[in-house]
């Protein structure tokens, strides 16, 4: 059983935006800071986009500050992932990954659930 469920991946143009969702199966996930990452083919997955379980502090990468925007319903045991303007260079598989520290993170080490991943094209 899939701790995390990722929605929402689509075909894009570029400008274009796209919501993701990731959905707690199993986790509650208000006790979980929860980090979105992306994979695309023959790179290593990247960390962009977290918040913390305790205050909703987030942190964001370089390469989609300004752009992305992670968010929670708790009421829906659900995290998004707001993404505007986006580029061919976004395309990729998207994860949500949890842990149950209070920190903020983007590396993929410190997460220990991850969801099965949804595909985000970018293209005219």
């Known amino acids: 059983q899939e701790h995390l469920v990722e929605s929402g991946g689509d075909l894009v143009h570029p400008g274009g935006s796209l919501r993701l969702s990731c959905a707690g199966s199993?986790?509650?996930?208000?006790?979980?800071?929860v980090a979105w990452f992306r994979q695309a083919p023959g790179k290593e997955r990247e960390g962009i986009a977290c918040s913390t379980l305790s205050d909703g502090s987030t942190l964001y990468a370089d390469s989609v500050k300004g752009r992305f925007t992670i968010s929670r319903d708790n009421d829906k045991n659900t995290v998004y992932l707001q993404m505007n303007s986006l580029k061919p260079e976004d395309t990729a598989v998207y994860f949500c990954?949890?842990?149950?520290?209070?920190?903020?993170?983007?590396?993929?080490?410190?997460?220990?659930?991850w969801g099965q991943g949804t595909q985000v094209a970018v293209s005219s």
């Open positions: 199993v986790l509650v996930l208000s006790y979980y800071t």
């Open positions: 990954a949890a842990h149950d520290w209070a920190r903020l993170s983007l590396s993929p080490e410190d997460y220990t659930f």
